[in-house]
């Protein structure tokens, strides 16, 4: 069977030498009209313009018709290159090259040709006297109704009907005449040879930035299959052509899948009626066909330059004047493209991030600039199937987290058509750490960029398409996740800069940071919220996160974050304070009177308390907090002191220091080495970190833990007091 569209495609192909006009310019003469002046004295009314009647009025003369006032005409040749022809004709049928403007070669002319229509096809696409095949609809006593394709009907009256034709059953036939009320007389005819061409609708381009323009009409677009969702009514097919996305709505029955073969990412011609739907433009397909080869190619790259350009990022100036940063601004423009990238081709987002202050700051920043840009490309409700937050306890991504996403993603790609998410990892991502997880989601294809602060290694950076840290510009964990964070919201959509320019103070705090990007950061917001505000915000984060778990808690934590009505936020912030120092009080009453204190070789004060049998499980605050307010206290009482602080388990060490140039991730590599049977991991920041082992050998690696930290430099810590 052959595709009339792709023989049209073929046999259009314009000639390049005369530019399809069938002729040459070669020289030019005298115009004999107006001999060479441009001026007449004598006009045709019919034909003269109103400006050449007031010329002749009032200066006698108007412009010459025949030169267009040049006074020259050109001298033309026929095109020996197309034989003045103008394009390249080919036979419909085999492809021939012809020599005249035909649409068959002489020996396919005298088999009859048979048509047979697309769905998308109209009356305006019959042509009297030509053949094509239909389908007996329906019987009746004066005839025979044949189906043209699924929006046509004709009738082949008794006086043409040779026999009585069955339901359903295939007939050759006519066209008679097309009536002005669009009746459709047909004459069956019985033939032994033909050939076949299927008859697609012309139609010119649509561009889906267009379509308002043209509601109610027949309009073509193609474009890439983005993602295709089944309702209990019509199958919704995105498309994405290199102006923007459209939802184009198919119906076959209830519930029942719409074109079948159409999977996404594949490119696709559609044709239907463009019309609005709950204040969103969709389009009711007629036709949809998979293009292939170099069309499709064409389309697709098309599609991807146009995203390319519509996904560079802004480049707003930095809140803050920081030297780390500007270094930083070219990786965090690469982070920022990646997302609106992603966005732009209705790839779904993935924000996994670390359950504090610090993760859910950065978070919240990104989200809050990308859900508005979501909602422009996909409709209101994309956010819901194109976007998920989730923390992770560990600030690494583990194998736990990648099992997660990769089972919603899959399981939205088998009912939704959807793609493979981008992973964003925010507080998370840049250590050995995550390197199991990252090969877990290399094997699915998953896209990842990383935000973070913590100690990098370079072997992550494999799987990953861009990546985020200080430490990649001579910086280090002072500055904050959350600092990139907002950072590089402003990059996606710096509409939503006064909303979350905060959340960079609220990261700093949390985490404690000392970096002098910290101080401006606060500053920057000091209007709004003293520092003690946002020590209460960082901590009714900590507190409301060790409850939520698993859970994003997107109204609450936005709440906490007075990213929704101000007398909420202080409501729920005071509460979550009162019960967050309730508990932290509580739990130091039960565990400051076993923690045992000792001093290193190097002059520092080592603490250490066994969290597992001193202090209160499963509730808040967990280990990690725990030990880091009795960090707080035990620095205050040793002020001017270099302090470190272990909050150990049966198979676990938690580490907070100040004064002491401890390197963790260095000292677990350490330990893994020395200790071979201890089955010892874990990382973090230099001087803030976690370590795990075997239960077994906890006494061993806890000795040697203490052994390297009393061998690493002190600094000189300044009191308090001064």
Known sequence: MINLEEIFTLAMKVCERCGGQGFVVVGERTCPNCDGTGKTESITLTEA?????????????????VCNGTGRIPITETCEACGGLGREYRCL????RLSLKADLCERCSRTPLVYILDKACDTADLVVGSIYEGSVSGLASFGAFVDLNENMRGLAHNRYLRFRPEVGEKLFVRVKNIAPNG????EPVELKEYHVITVEKDLPLTKTSDLQKHLGKIVCIKGEVIQVKQTAGPTIFTIADDSGTVSCAAFERAGVRAYPEIQGDMVVKVIGEPTIRNNQMQIEIRSMKQLFGGEATKVREEIEQAIDRRAEPFDPPLLIESEVLERLRPRMRAVAKAIRRAIFKSKPIVIRHHADADGISAAVAIETAILPLMKEVGGPDAEYYSYRRAPSKAPFYELEDVTKDLSYALEDQSRYGQKMPLVVLIDNGSTEEDVPAMKHAQVYGLEMVVVDHHHPNDIVDQYLIAHVNPAHAGGDFGITTGMLGVEIARMINPDVENKIKHLAAVSAVGDRSEAPEAEKYIKLVEDRFREEDLKKIALALDYEAFWLRFNEGRGLINDILCLG?????RRIVDLLCDQANAAIEDQLRASMGNVKSTKLPNGAIMNVIDVEN????????PPGKTSGEIHDRMCKKYDGKPVVTIGYGPDFAVLRSRGVKMNIPQIVKELMEEIPNGGVSGGGHLVVGSIKFVGGMRKEVLAKLAEKIGSCEVEEVIPSAA
Do not use: M, W
Not at 50 to 62: N, P, V, Y
Not at 183 to 186: P, T
Not at 614 to 621: E, L, V, W
């Open 49 to 65: 313009r109103d400006s050449d009647i007031t010329s002749l009025l009032q200066e006698g003369s108007a412009r010459c018709a």
């Open 565 to 569: 009505r101000l007398d909420r936020h």
């Open 93 to 96: 049928v085999c492809g021939t």
């Open 614 to 621: 001193y202090a209160h499980k499963f509730t808040f605050p």
């Open 183 to 186: 009746n459709i007389e047909l």
